[in-house]
């Protein structure tokens, strides 16, 4: 009897481990990420970014675009894009992924010509949705910063005849880092 008690308390002591083992498999995993972009000074603008991590291929995320300088930008005012990301690499999160994007823009509406085809007028701010697609790479480090370079391209859905373009391209390389 105690030789059975004593297997049963054995194999009930193996059975927690393995289990609390299972149950955190990473205790430092970190579910949040904030990003800027270092691209986007260089076009007169600020991004910023929010990453949440559904498991270890995917994310939801939103970014915030707001032009700031008008002489280096003249198209382009502002967008909100929410995108959701899918992570090829091996580790959490981690490596070559890809996105699907919406976006809320304002773009400067159509540059109509006067006669002498140098002066020109324009038309009043256009609001937009767009859909589009992305790609990109991402290195975390075990401090937690974050490095990434992506790529997306889109389409205006609704208004794109109201203004000079119908696309949107989304660059980045950005800093960030994972809480």
């Known amino acids: 009897m105690k030789k059975k008690l004593l297997q049963l308390i054995i194999l009930f002591a193996f059975y927690s481990v393995n289990a609390q083992s299972e149950a955190v498999a990473n205790p430092y995993q970190k579910n949040n990420e904030i990003k ?6 260089l076009s007169g603008a600020v991004e910023i970014g929010y990453e949440r991590f559904l498991n270890k291929h995917s994310s ?13 930008n003249d198209d382009m005012n ?15 999160a981690s490596g070559f992924f890809a996105e ?5 823009t304002s773009i400067d509406g159509k540059k109509i010509y006067a006669a002498d085809n140098v002066t020109f007028t324009e038309g009043k701010d256009v609001y937009d ?3 589009g697609v992305g790609l990109g790479w991402k290195l975390i ?12 391209y889109g389409r205006l859905i609704f208004n794109a ?3 000079d373009h119908d696309q ?10 994972r809480f």
């Open 36 to 41: 800027l972009n270092l691209l986007a000074p």
């Open 60 to 72: 939801l995320g939103i970014s915030a675009f707001k032009v700031y300088d008008r002489s280096k």
């Open 78 to 92: 502002y967008y909100i894009s929410p995108y959701y990301r899918y992570y090829f690499g091996k580790k959490y």
């Open 100 to 104: 699907g994007f919406g976006m809320f």
């Open 129 to 131: 949705l767009a859909l």
């Open 141 to 152: 480090t075990k401090k937690g910063f974050v490095f990434e370079a992506n790529t997306a």
């Open 161 to 163: 005849d109201k203004t």
């Open 168 to 177: 949107v391209v989304k660059f980045g390389l950005s800093i960030g880092y």
